[in-house]
């Protein structure tokens, strides 16, 4: 009991005798841990731990981020978000290839799309208002992690809108699903390596006809302004090459108003679970 009834587990390398990163006891005690969260005494001070990257090392930082951010795509939320790459009808170069010709389409493509986007939401790019994304409440299903045709089978059996998730942490190219057309991955890195884009392909051939189709980065707040991630090459793939990348920050409005939510709060409830994520000895 003392070693496995604890939330947060923690195992080391037998080979390295290094540490590993802490982990959730079981996907449920995740969950748990996501519905105390959206008390809001816990979320602001979670929020202000996912803050400040020195409190843990980035891969622990980013399994609580990925627990936090299911609950709350799922929430009904205004979001802000950048685009990062849209179609732009030029050919993406190979290794070591002169880039300026696609590095100036792809710029111009984007601008574009930005400025379409701030008219459809009745703002200007000139006035520096952020664009706004808008997330209904979802209801959450879930499907067999790491297969195409369970993803499928649940794009077919569930209605959209709707929020699909895999049930384990195998799952390439995403980490959760907006029916009928967003794929998310979370992220707590300031830049992201290249997906791969036939696997991506099959994904999106899951999901039903649509003329675009959006893969977004969900990130923290101090991790938006720099986020990067290099261009989806596209190739021959033609949902892929229907796809816009786009980055989009979680709970933008929490860092400001942190301090002022905290001082207004009670102190959490200490129940079954808040007691135990109240200790210190979460290990």
Same mark, same amino acid.
């Given at each position: 009991?003392?070693?496995?009834?604890?939330?947060?587990?923690?195992?080391?390398?037998?080979?390295?005798?290094?540490?590993?990163?802490?982990?959730?006891?079981?996907?449920?005690?995740?969950?748990?841990?996501?519905?105390?969260?959206?008390?809001?005494?816990?979320?602001?001070?979670?929020?202000?731990?996912?803050?400040?990257?020195?409190?843990?090392?980035?891969?622990?930082?980013?399994?609580?981020?990925?627990?936090?951010?299911?609950?709350?795509?799922?929430?009904?939320?205004?979001?802000?978000?950048?685009?990062?790459?849209?179609?732009?009808?030029?050919?993406?170069?190979?290794?070591?290839?002169?880039?300026?010709?696609?590095?100036?389409?792809?710029?111009?493509?984007?601008?574009?799309?930005?400025?379409?986007?701030?008219?459809?939401?009745?703002?200007?790019?000139?006035?520096?208002?952020?664009?706004?994304?808008?997330?209904?409440?979802?209801?959450?299903?879930?499907?067999?992690?790491? #297969?195409? =045709? *369970?993803? /499928? &089978?649940?794009?077919?059996?569930? $209605?959209?809108?709707?929020?699909?998730?895999?049930?384990?942490?195998?799952?390439?190219?995403?980490?959760?699903?907006?029916?009928?057309?967003?794929?998310?991955?979370?992220?707590?890195?300031?830049?992201?390596?290249?997906?791969?884009?036939?696997?991506?392909?099959?994904?999106?051939?899951?999901?039903?006809?649509?003329?675009?189709?959006?893969?977004?980065?969900?990130?923290?707040?101090?991790?938006?302004?720099?986020?990067?991630?290099?261009?989806?090459?596209?190739?021959?793939?033609?949902?892929?090459?229907?796809?816009?990348?786009?980055?989009?920050?979680?709970?933008?409005?929490?860092?400001?108003?942190?301090?002022?939510?905290?001082?207004?709060?009670?102190?959490? #409830?200490? =129940? *079954?679970? /808040? &007691?135990?994520?109240?200790?210190? $000895?979460?290990?």
């Amino acid at each position: 009991p003392e070693a496995s009834h604890r939330v947060i587990h923690q195992d080391g390398d037998r080979n390295t005798f290094k540490r590993l990163s802490p982990k959730f006891a079981t996907s449920h005690m995740g969950d748990l841990f996501a519905q105390q969260a959206q008390s809001p005494g816990m979320l602001a001070r979670l929020m202000s731990l996912l803050a400040s990257s020195s409190n843990m090392n980035r891969s622990s930082r980013g399994h609580f981020f990925e627990v936090l951010a299911h609950s709350v795509m799922c929430s009904g939320e205004r979001m802000q978000y950048r685009i990062l790459d849209v179609p732009c009808g030029v050919a993406a170069p190979g290794k070591g290839a002169n880039r300026s010709k696609f590095t100036a389409a792809m710029q111009a493509a984007v601008d574009a799309a930005e400025e379409a986007a701030a008219q459809a939401q009745g703002v200007s790019r000139s006035s520096g208002q952020p664009l706004l994304v808008t997330i209904p409440r979802l209801q959450q299903h879930l499907f067999e992690s790491g #297969s195409v =045709s *369970a993803f /499928g &089978a649940a794009v077919q059996l569930y $209605s959209s809108p709707c929020y699909l998730r895999p049930d384990g942490p195998t799952q390439p190219i995403f980490d959760a699903c907006i029916h009928p057309d967003t794929l998310l991955q979370f992220t707590v890195s300031p830049c992201k390596e290249g997906v791969n884009e036939e696997v991506l392909e099959r994904y999106l051939g899951c999901l039903p006809p649509r003329g675009q189709y959006y893969l977004d980065y969900v990130v923290p707040a101090d991790v938006y302004p720099e986020f990067t991630a290099p261009p989806l090459k596209r190739g021959a793939l033609p949902l892929v090459s229907k796809t816009c990348v786009r980055v989009v920050k979680v709970q933008a409005e929490m860092k400001s108003k942190m301090k002022h939510t905290m001082r207004q709060l009670r102190p959490v #409830s200490t =129940s *079954a679970c /808040g &007691a135990h994520l109240a200790r210190a $000895s979460w290990v």
